[in-house]
């Protein structure tokens, strides 16, 4: 039996029998040519070597699977996951209540079946707080840690592959919450949201949360004019002047460390904007700022060391024995390209953070709206619209200089999968450090633009 670990942490434990079934169930769907080569079966018992030689193949299996962009995406894929995981944590099918939170501390109890994967939970949230179909793409359902200050630390957007209810209870942890909030970065977007009272609320909700927790500046005459519209419950004029405000629309990060400018540094990341801030602390105790475009990545590549563990499949995120590390490589100058190393619990959020602002730039410059992410559902199953699936996996792509590593664009699914051995291994740790992410936003910017 082998331990899938997804993003750093253990979601399923499956045999080498289920793999070969998902395989030949994805050969039989997508046909040899398509889905990579198995692992070979043995007919004798194998030896220590072996084991690890098949646990490495099966890695390489996995990765390859989900960085196809058909295979990844697929449904045989998703659901091989989400059931396995079930099976692990060992949660049958039942129906439940599942308290789903909202920025503003507001509790949404939504009944679903403990099989629901994130999709079908979005929606049933959506449903009970009556937002309408055409603007649930721009929300989505994120797992959380609450603070001692009532504030919240993301550590990932709920994806497709998992189910929602297994993943936060199998935590063992009540500091664990799912929350709803907007998944999208460019405030235009906001125009939309607000034009139906729903969104208009849970956006509104939002930003007088970040507002209270810090993640937004304000200075004393902003604070004042926020508060008078507050007091008048002008809810769209307050959200207009916090558009206005620095880091609107931000998502703000637990302090960690950088090795830019210098290895060491002590550093507060914020996402928003298409880019990534910096506010770092240097050893002189100065404060300096900064910002990273995305559109300057060239690619990123998120690692993560996971120990071998028998213990509690719940082990919780953000621990220290899961060391996880989000690394990029910036153009600093016309012909300087520099990797710049952030080693954070939150790697995986800050990963996906920085996939999906590629995506929506890639969805504006293909002239395509996010408006109707979501369809209806079909066949009782939930389906995302075209404009979405056309953005999601691009083809993979050589790096265009030869002496790099070859760079591929891999969906945000599974930002780092890694097989264990349940048995006794040679090895401690499992990394996988060659997750590398191309991104096509990136643009060849010159000297005079720096």
């Known amino acids: 039996a082998y331990n899938i670990h997804v993003n750093g942490v253990l979601h399923c434990r499956v045999r080498y029998s289920q793999l070969l079934g998902l395989h030949e ?36 299996y996995m990765q390859a699977v ?11 894929f998703n659901s091989f996951l989400r059931k396995a995981q079930q ?5 049958p099918t039942e129906e439940v209540v599942l308290e789903v939170l909202l920025s503003n501390g507001q ?14 939970v979005l929606e049933a949230v959506a449903s009970k707080l009556d937002l309408p179909d055409d603007l649930v793409g721009y929300f989505s359902l994120f797992l959380v840690r609450e603070t001692k200050d009532g504030a919240f630390s993301f550590v990932r957007k709920l994806q497709e592959f998992e189910l929602p209810y297994v993943s936060v209870t199998s935590l063992h942890n009540p500091e664990f919450r799912i929350i709803l909030r907007k998944s999208y970065w ?5 125009d939309d949201v607000m034009e139906h009272r729903v969104g208009l609320n849970l956006l509104y909700a939002q930003t007088v949360s970040d507002i209270e927790h810090g993640w937004i500046v304000v200075n004393k005459e902003q604070h004042r004019q926020l508060k008078s519209l507050q007091e008048k419950v002008s809810k769209k004029e307050f959200i207009r002047l916090a558009q206005t405000l620095k880091y609107y629309g931000y998502l703000k990060f637990d302090p960690c460390i950088t090795d830019f400018p210098e290895k060491g540094c002590h550093v507060v990341v914020s ?26 990545m060239r690619c990123w590549r998120v690692t993560s060391s996971v120990p071998m563990s028998n213990g509690p499949s719940g082990s919780s995120p953000g621990k220290s024995e899961v060391k996880l590390e989000l690394a990029f490589e910036y153009l600093m100058s016309k012909d300087r390209l520099q990797w710049v190393t952030i080693t954070s619990p939150q790697a995986i959020m800050l990963s996906i953070c920085l996939q999906s602002m590629v995506d929506e730039l890639m969805v504006k410059k293909s002239g395509g709206s996010i ?36 760079m591929a664009k891999l969906s945000s699914k599974l930002t780092s999968v890694s ?8 090895s401690a740790n499992d990394v996988g450090a060659n997750d590398f992410h191309g991104n096509y936003a990136f643009e060849g910017i010159g000297d005079e633009d720096l």
Request: net charge positive.
């Open 271 to 296: 996402a928003g904007n298409n880019e990534l801030n910096f506010q770092v602390q240097l050893p002189n105790e100065q404060i300096k700022e900064g910002s990273f475009k995305v559109t300057r």
């Open 186 to 190: 460019d405030s235009a977007y906001d």
């Open 25 to 60: 169930q994805l050969r039989k769907e997508y046909g040899t040519n398509v889905v990579p080569a198995f692992p070979p079966k043995k007919i004798f018992t194998l030896t220590p070597a072996e084991v690890e030689q098949r646990r490495e193949q099966l890695e390489k």
């Open 87 to 91: 099976e692990t944590q060992q949660i």
């Open 371 to 406: 408006r109707k992410m979501f369809r209806r559902r079909v066949n009782g199953a939930l389906r995302r619209s075209d404009s979405q699936q056309a953005v999601k996996s691009p083809p993979l792509l050589d790096s265009p200089d030869s002496s790099r590593e070859p």
């Open 66 to 76: 989900r960085q196809d962009p058909m295979l990844g995406g697929s449904e045989t």
């Open 107 to 120: 509790k949404v109890k939504v009944t679903i079946l403990t099989s629901d994967q994130t999709e079908d």
């Open 419 to 426: 097989l264990r051995g349940i048995s006794h291994s040679s």
